[in-house]
């Protein structure tokens, strides 16, 4: 049997936030959702970073991490990803050494190189002054994985001088960073350092084969990472019957649309409210462009679409992104339709 017949799963959250939900209650779904992942057996559970954005409560990575890694017992908790333009290098690094000593080899930490938001945000973001421009991405990278080591980093003045730098004052164990990315730049950055790498085809869907081709023809082996290490996201909604499936894909494919046509961002539609809205024609047009890129269906055929996708891109990983919606009469604490997918999903792949 290949190893890729049945690829491990991991979770990917945006903490969703639905029509007459609250952050709190956003939130409170997604911690819900991070113990059963974690009971059912998934390897991973990261949350991304995006801002100002009202269908999208997770804005810091870090807090949902330690709040996470708070409720769970095994699985691997992370980001997916910290935007570095937004932050200070050290700032970084010492949220995750902290993390890392809250939960011991548990957290990974993902690193992406764009903003997640909009130039006005971007700017509010950085406007006490950061070290963290994108063209220093790649040092970047490396002053946070030298920071978080044990050994930690050494600033060295041009006078001479030396000035020694931890993230942490005794480190015992450090996060496992991976650049995450959708374009050649990320995939070629991670296989010169090489570091694990991800795409991003839960948004993207073009470039997958070329990133991904790229990433472990250049990779330069390491001590630490002697091989090359991989996995891609993709958007799943699984349900006991195909059209209930495809109901719930709805909100978020209508999100999509709008994104794509410009039309001003509102919390996710409940599947009530996606269905009783008919589409214009371009609108519609986006959606199902959107949705062929999904994997929809019932678990049997999830499964088989999984398994397709994991040999074909040859990774024994998928993180999912669950973008199950909700009806308007499921509770606004519970993040029923989510979970149904992981549930469903880990018994059709067992």
Known sequence: MSEHANPALSVLDLVPVRTGQTSAQAVTA????????????YRRYWFAEHHNMPAVASTAPPVLIAAAAGVTERIRVGSGGVMLPNHSPLVVAEQFAALSALAPGRIDLGIGRAPGSDPV??????RSGTTSDVERFPEHVTDIMSLVSPEGATVRFVSGGEYAVHATPAATTVPEVWLLGSSD???QLAAQL????????????????????????GFQATEARPAPKSFVTA??????????????ALPQARQFARMRTNKPMRPIETVDEALAEKPDAMEQSFIEQTMSRWIVGTPDEAATQLREFAATHQVDEIMISAVAGSYASEPLDEPTGRVQTLELLTAAMA
Do not use: C, K, W
């Open 185 to 187: 730049y990320s995939a």
């Open 121 to 126: 945000i971007t700017q509010l973001l950085r």
């Open 194 to 217: 090489g570091l694990p790498y991800v795409f991003a085809n839960h948004f993207a869907g073009d470039g997958l084969e070329r990133a991904m081709a790229l990433y472990r023809s």
């Open 235 to 248: 958007n799943v909604i699984v349900a006991p019957t195909r059209e209930e499936a495809q109901e719930r």
């Open 30 to 41: 997604s911690m819900a959702m991070a113990r059963r992942a974690d009971e059912l057996g």
